[in-house]
């Protein structure tokens, strides 16, 4: 039964309630780094990885500091330094272990300690009050859904370098016209799974 | 007049959402209808204008290598500020603006300005910065939510509008939000140009 749970929050956080298109978080990242399919390849993979990690580490630290503690009402403040700190220690590992992981990922960790879905991923887990077992079901479907709006983003981008877009649509508002699209797309799959 | 150059510019030259397309995960989730906002909009100003402030002050005392940290713990600091106040003094826009306000804090546009111009000026012209890129930050989403509660649900500011039109919900949902911001932001540039031009 837990587990069938977790399965069905996996799938709902990659297509019903994928966390960019339907909840709207990351967006600032999404519409910068998506002119590329690799280097958003790079940036959806840290993403996904820093999301199922801190979503483990923020439940853990919300249920077994904060709570005996009485200080729940910090859990912004601990939860972002959480990240941040999570992505330096991220940052300086990859820096010692792999070069070429470092040259692939290490130029987008400084930037996902502001990607807003990353503590988005946090405090939904709390709001809805999920298993530890849930919430990592969760962080790795939010990322694995974010990777594929953003891959799916680039790929239409990298096409349309070669189309002639209408005056002033072009950059950020033709992006957000894609979005909507692809988010009208991501619609059609509500109704198969449901998150409360 | 530097101090009126600082204010006007965040409005309607460096506007926040359709010039600088910064913080859009709220501009976009919130504004199903126009108070939710104006809501938004003056809680992200006051959290602006407390972290502008202190950042200026602070700016000599943080080394370089940790500022940005330390700038989102200042903002965090505000944003639970403003969520005690929410939750006490206006439940209802609380629960309608719910996961967005704590989600203030990783709002790409209070962080930028922090870092592009609180970290650099003195705290007269940061405070100015901050109340003006507020203004514009709430005069866009008050104008977006308008528009998505006129078309999407016939009114505005919880006022019906047209007797017997039925309105199109889908610029309440998702999609909705992302094609009205896209053309919004087209119409800015177009004009923008238009002006360049001349």
Redesign the interface.
């Known amino acids: 039964m837990n587990f069938l749970s977790a399965f069905a929050i996996f799938f709902a956080a990659i297509f019903t309630n994928n966390i960019l298109l339907t909840n709207y978080l990351g967006m600032c990242s999404f519409l910068a780094v998506s002119r590329k399919v690799d280097t958003s390849v790079g940036l959806g993979l840290a993403v996904t990885f820093v999301m199922t990690f801190t979503s483990a580490i923020n439940w853990l630290v919300y249920h077994f500091i904060l709570t005996p503690l009485d200080l729940v009402y910090l859990r912004y403040i601990i939860f972002i330094v959480i990240i941040a700190a999570f992505v330096q220690l991220v940052e300086m590992i990859i820096e010692r272990v792999s070069d070429i992981l470092y040259a692939s990922l290490g130029i987008f960790l400084p930037l996902i300690t502001v990607n807003c879905s990353i503590l988005g991923v946090s405090l939904f887990m709390v709001i809805r009050d999920y298993t530890f077992i849930n919430s990592i079901a969760y962080g790795l479907g939010s990322g694995i859904g974010w990777f594929l709006a953003i891959i799916a983003m680039a790929g239409i981008r990298e096409k349309m370098d070669r189309s002639r877009i209408p005056n002033g649509l072009e950059g950020a508002g033709i992006a957000l016209i894609i979005a909507g699209i692809m988010a009208m797309a991501f619609v059609g799959f509500s109704g198969m799974l449901n998150l409360s | 007049m530097r101090a009126w150059k600082e204010f006007t510019k965040g409005i309607i030259k460096e506007n926040p959402v359709f010039v600088m ?5 709220p501009t ?2 919130v504004t199903t209808s126009a108070v939710n906002g104006v809501g938004m909009g003056l809680a992200s100003t006051f959290v602006l204008l407390g972290s502008n402030t202190v950042v200026s002050i602070i700016k000599k005392m943080v080394p370089n290598k940790v500022r ?2 330390m700038y ?2 200042v903002i ?2 505000f ?2 500020l403003v ?2 106040f929410m939750k006490a003094y206006f439940p209802a826009l609380d629960k309608a603006l719910g ?1 967005f306000i ?2 203030i ?4 546009m209070i ?1 930028g300005r922090a870092e592009a111009f609180a970290s650099k000026n003195n705290l007269f012209y940061s405070i100015i910065d901050a109340l003006g890129v507020g203004v514009g930050f709430t005069l866009a989403l008050t104008l977006i939510g308008a528009i998505r509660e006129m078309l999407g649900s016939n009114s505005v500011f919880g006022m019906q509008l047209v007797e017997g039109f039925q309105p199109m919900g889908f610029f309440v ?7 009205t ?3 919004l ?7 923008e ?1 238009k002006n360049k031009e001349n």
Do not use: S
Request: hydrophobic residues 65%.
């Open positions: 397309a910064l913080g859009l995960c976009l989730a940005i940290p989102i713990v965090a600091t944003v639970t969520q005690m996961l704590p989600l804090v990783v709002n790409c962080l949902l998702a999609p909705g939000a992302f094609l911001i896209g053309v932001i087209a119409i800015f540039k177009a004009i140009k």
